[in-house]
């Protein structure tokens, strides 16, 4: 099973802040690495796909980078609907496909 | 719009067996484009996959559930289902049904809106 860890597990920011939270795999997964968005008592929102690409919808202050075994999310004017809980995941060869263990964006 | 709904007992007892079923409307579950999962979330705590069924009828599983765990397909009905046995707290979570898109993608793009499973005794 490839390992997905992220850093941090929780952070605390303001609005208007730039956000960056980072995926690691336990070996490398191409761009096969997508982000999710979870608020409370919700079910989780795809943001990014391919590790880079938008999902249709989703506000532009999102992003994504990476390839390999490094991938970031960034969110660029941290807007108050934002304050949740992201999920990297990753979808290479064969499953299991497993989740990091998530990142809490907290108000400052 | 592809949409997905989750359906189950909601409480269950130590060493029963858990049957969910997650109907989808909008969409074929017989289709090459899609892989249909199990993903579970224990309260306060992360997301674990759990299975995926593909329209050929075969399906994946996570390894640390392989054993209790099964995932089938009933096209006729347009639903896929969960069945996980032996049962125990731990087991205790969230369900959500998501539908995987293969291609470029390869992404989880729609969810349901999950159901509660409560293990106790």
């Known amino acids: 099973d490839i390992q997905m860890t992220q850093s941090p597990s929780s952070l605390s920011a303001s609005v208007g802040d730039r956000v960056t939270i980072s995926c690691r795999a336990g070996?490398?997964?191409?761009?096969?690495l997508n982000w999710y968005q979870q608020k409370p008592g919700k079910a989780p929102k795809l943001l990014i796909y391919?590790?880079?690409s938008l999902q249709s919808g989703v506000p532009s202050r999102f992003s994504g980078s990476g390839s390999g075994t490094d991938f970031t999310l960034t969110i660029s004017g941290l807007q108050p609907e934002d304050f949740a809980t992201y999920y990297c995941?990753?979808?290479?060869?064969?499953?299991?496909?497993?989740f990091g263990q998530g990142s809490k964006v907290e108000v400052k | 719009q592809v949409q997905l709904h989750e359906s189950g007992p909601g409480l269950l007892m130590p060493s029963e067996t858990l049957s969910l079923t997650c109907t989808v409307s909008g969409d074929s579950i017989y289709s090459n484009n899609y892989y249909w999962s199990w993903i579970r979330q224990p309260p306060g705590k992360g997301l674990e996959w759990v299975g995926a069924?593909?329209?050929?009828?075969?399906?994946y599983y996570n390894p640390s559930l392989k054993s209790r765990v099964i995932i089938s397909g009933d096209t006729s009905k347009n639903q896929f289902s969960l069945t996980l046995t032996s049962v125990t707290a731990a087991d205790t979570a969230v369900y959500y049904c998501?539908?995987?898109?293969?291609?470029?993608?390869?992404?989880?793009?729609?969810w349901g809106q999950g159901t509660l499973l409560t293990v106790a005794s």
């Open positions: 070996q490398s997964i191409s761009n096969f």
């Open positions: 069924f593909f329209y050929t009828g075969y399906s």
């Open positions: 998501a539908r995987l898109v293969r291609g470029t993608d390869y992404s989880f793009d729609s």
């Open positions: 391919a590790a880079s």
């Open positions: 995941q990753h979808t290479y060869s064969t499953p299991p496909w497993t």
